[in-house]
């Protein structure tokens, strides 16, 4: 599996767009990007994945770029129960491996 | 309603003693695993199973033993030969392997 490479930390305005970046520079054609998070003491919840289009649900939204390089997370208006780490995830058949992620704070 | 249930959601327990802990899903996933997350940390993979009456070990089997004898159930059970068991255990399952997890609310063991 592919590591993955974040920032250990954001912050970000409550109603505001949070946008997360992450870099998986050595994903392979059949690796998923997939994003969970965890808010504090809770088993961590899946948010969304994709391959190589870009992909939208009622949580967020991913932007894939063209070289499978980096992905961005968006959480289009942001409130206080966003804040959590948010992992990025490189997937293919093997094993979720997950990094320390991104430990993202929405402040009011 | 779905979902992953993990008890206890704390335990405590004595050096030297084996502890199991239980994890059960409704979600028909064919696909199980344990998680051991330390402060600060990210989850590290213990056992996964992908159908029943199989488990292949993870990254940190040492110490720790699972069975799968039925799709719904994938108890751990934390040894006395594990050095470092208190942690905060976390169980998921998928559809199966490299779809997404959805996890349970953990178990969080001291060890003293």
């Known amino acids: 599996d592919a590591k993955t490479t974040q920032p250990t930390s954001m912050d970000c305005a409550e109603g505001r767009a949070a946008n997360l970046p992450c870099n998986h520079s050595?994903?392979?054609?059949?690796?998923?990007v997939y994003w969970y998070r965890q808010i504090h003491s809770q088993g961590p919840q899946y948010i969304i994945h994709?391959?190589?289009n870009n992909e939208t649900n009622e949580m967020a939204s991913l932007i894939i770029t063209e070289d499978r390089k980096s992905s961005t997370l968006i959480l289009p208006h942001a409130t206080l129960r966003d804040t959590a780490v948010y992992y990025c995830i490189a997937q293919g058949a093997q094993k979720l491996v997950f990094g320390q992620g991104t430990r993202l704070t929405i402040n009011p | 309603d779905g979902g992953i249930t993990q008890s206890p959601k704390y335990l405590f327990r004595k050096e030297g003693q084996n502890v199991t802990l239980s994890c059960e899903q409704n979600l028909n996933h064919d696909a199980m695993y344990w998680y051991r997350q330390d402060p600060g940390q990210g989850l590290r993979l213990i056992y996964y199973s992908q159908i029943v009456n199989d488990f292949q070990k993870g990254d940190i089997a040492e110490g720790y033993s699972v069975s799968r004898e039925k799709k719904e159930s994938f108890p751990l059970t934390v040894t006395s030969a594990q050095k470092n068991p208190t942690a905060f255990y976390l169980c998921?399952?998928?559809?199966?392997?490299?779809?997404?997890?959805?996890f349970g609310p953990g178990t969080r063991l001291t060890v003293t």
């Open positions: 994709g391959l190589k």
């Open positions: 998921a399952s998928s559809r199966d392997r490299g779809y997404e997890q959805y």
């Open positions: 050595t994903i392979s054609g059949n690796e998923y």
